[in-house]
Nanobody
């Protein structure tokens, strides 16, 4: 089992920056990827960024490419999403996600609101 807890949600101005964090605990040694999803008001949940270190692939949604950066510590205990040049359409609940090849794990989500 892996537990994920997000933090760092809040408000930001359009054009500004913000960072959300995710702390992982439990059997983190079994993880093969970690990432961030988001659910904007009235929209479905979408994958924003994922670090699949087991296959050497980092993915970004087109909508955030060049603006957001995912990073993690080597122990797979923390994963971060640095968000730059924020837009109002980045307003969403951001969810931390982790996979161990058999299960998906989710955090409770953290709200990020971007005002124009």
């Amino acid at each position: 089992q892996v537990q994920l807890v997000e933090s760092g949600g809040g408000s930001a101005q359009a054009g500004g920056s913000h960072r959300v964090s995710c702390a992982a605990s439990g059997r983190t040694f079994s993880l093969i990827s970690m990432g961030w999803f988001r659910r904007a008001p009235g929209k479905e949940r979408e994958l924003v960024a994922r670090d699949s270190w087991s296959v050497g692939v980092t993915y970004y949604a087109d909508s955030v490419k060049g603006r957001f950066t995912i990073s993690r510590d080597s122990a797979k205990r923390f994963v971060y999403l640095q968000m730059n040049n924020l837009k109002p359409e980045d307003t969403a609940i951001y969810y931390c996600n982790a996979e161990d090849g058999a299960r998906n794990y989710w955090g409770q989500g953290t709200q990020v609101t971007v005002s124009s």
